[in-house]
């Protein structure tokens, strides 16, 4: 099961926790059994079309996923995955 | 060289060095586009007299006319010495965070600094602006994130400059913060050569920033999602601070003396060197390394100097 870092804005979805392991071998998968294991957490990270939400980045080894297979991303074993909230970034 | 009229004909034009010494690749060679070579010190002198230029244009500037923008540093140094030239006041918002040097830089020109809450990163910045520029409706704000002048600095300039200089390339890698520089020069390139890979940089900013709520209050640049930024990248990667830093100070080793966004720019470069067999990868050295001497970046500790930069806007 591959470790899944939550933002700030998700801890108190998942009982304070900063990182959870959860089941699934692909992106999807692992977003859907996260929103089974913690209900506060449904609609925030697909939307109802079955999209990732637009504000939310989502990286496999620290690449977003919305530019390898987006949430057919294939997940490995000893994987880490994070989700970041979109914000205006950089260098203004 | 001829003689130039204007420091603004300075702008541009900016050379392209080999660093491949530090490719992991022997059949990859990395350049790096050197914008610190512009006279503000950065790519943004590129899009702030874009920008300026197009409002001119379209007569949206009168003559003295105020503008306001939020700012990191760059974009804010760049207008400060465009407006300085051209006659016009300015307020910067700038996070608490930066570089001290940022700030002295906007000031020496004239511009007046605002500061936007450090905790909230551009961000917190990009907000106030939106603020202060609805409660101003006397100010001119060109938003620098919603203006297509920013990316067209890229299309017309930087874009061309590395097609004429490296028509090998094969992928380009850059910082994303508004998406104007991958935006412009990933649509020159790869409407000139479709087989152009390109690579978007972040830094961890997501989840540092603070005064979310929730994530609807996420934001991605207009300009990104106008110009189908989603559709034109080819990989996003994260690169932390601390490889930001070490590839920094490589660089300085070969000497080119960059900011620290040039690491993050490095790392993906090399990242890309890793996972292709053979190319031509230019990468975009936003700024020199001026404007982060007070941050001990090359002279402190590794531990110390990650730790501080963790907690500092540098993009």
Redesign the interface.
């Known amino acids: 099961m591959p470790d899944v870092n939550l933002p700030t804005l998700l801890r108190q979805h998942a009982g304070g926790q900063r990182s959870v392991r959860v089941e699934g071998a692909t992106i999807g998968e692992i977003l859907a059994s996260l929103q089974d294991e913690y209900p506060g957490m449904a609609g925030q990270l697909v939307t109802a079309d079955g999209e990732l939400h637009k504000f939310v980045n989502v990286y496999l080894n620290d690449d977003d996923v919305r530019y390898i297979d987006k949430l057919d991303t294939k997940v490995y074993e000893g994987d880490t995955i994070s989700i970041l909230p979109a914000v205006a970034g950089g260098s203004l | 060289m001829p003689v130039l009229a204007s420091v603004l004909d300075l702008i541009g034009n900016t050379p392209l060095v080999d660093v491949s010494a530090l490719s992991p690749n022997p059949n990859v060679r990395i350049l790096a586009k050197l914008e610190g070579h512009n006279p503000g010190g ?3 002198d590129r899009i702030a007299l874009s920008m300026i230029e197009d409002a001119e244009q379209k007569g949206v500037l009168a003559p003295g006319a105020t503008l306001i923008e ?7 140094i760049g207008m400060a010495l465009v407006c300085r030239l051209k006659g016009y006041k300015l307020k910067i918002v700038l996070p608490g965070n930066v570089s001290v040097e940022r700030r002295q830089l906007i000031e020496l020109w004239g511009a007046e600094v605002i500061d936007s809450p450090a905790e909230q ?3 917190g ?2 907000r106030m602006a939106q603020l202060l520029s609805s409660a101003h409706p006397e100010w001119t704000f060109l938003y ?2 919603g203006n297509l002048a920013n990316p067209r600095a890229h299309y017309d300039g930087t874009g061309p400059e590395i097609w004429r200089d490296c028509p090998e390339i094969t992928h380009f890698v850059a ?4 998406s104007g520089t991958l935006l412009g020069v990933g649509r020159f390139l790869k409407e000139t050569n479709p087989q152009v890979q390109v690579w978007a940089v ?6 540092t ?1 603070q005064g ?1 709520r ?8 207009p300009i990104f999602a106008e110009l189908g930024g ?1 559709d034109l ?7 932390g601070p601390r490889d930001s830093i070490e590839w920094t100070r490589r660089l300085a080793d070969l000497g080119v003396f960059a900011g620290i ?1 040039s690491g993050a720019a490095l790392a993906g470069a090399v990242k890309c060197a890793n996972a292709i067999d053979r190319g031509t990868i230019v990468f975009v050295s ?1 700024d020199g390394g001026w404007k982060y001497l007070s941050t001990g970046a090359w002279t402190d500790e590794l531990d110390v100097v990650v730790e501080r930069t963790r907690r500092m ?1 540098y ?1």
């Open positions: 950065s790519v943004k939020p700012s990191s540093g760059n974009t804010g990163g551009s961000n910045a990009v620098q994130y910082g994303l913060g508004t972040e830094p961890p900013t997501g989840d920033v979310l929730n994530l609807d209050d996420g934001y991605i640049p989603a990248l080819d990989r996003k990667t994260v690169v966004s936003s806007t993009f």
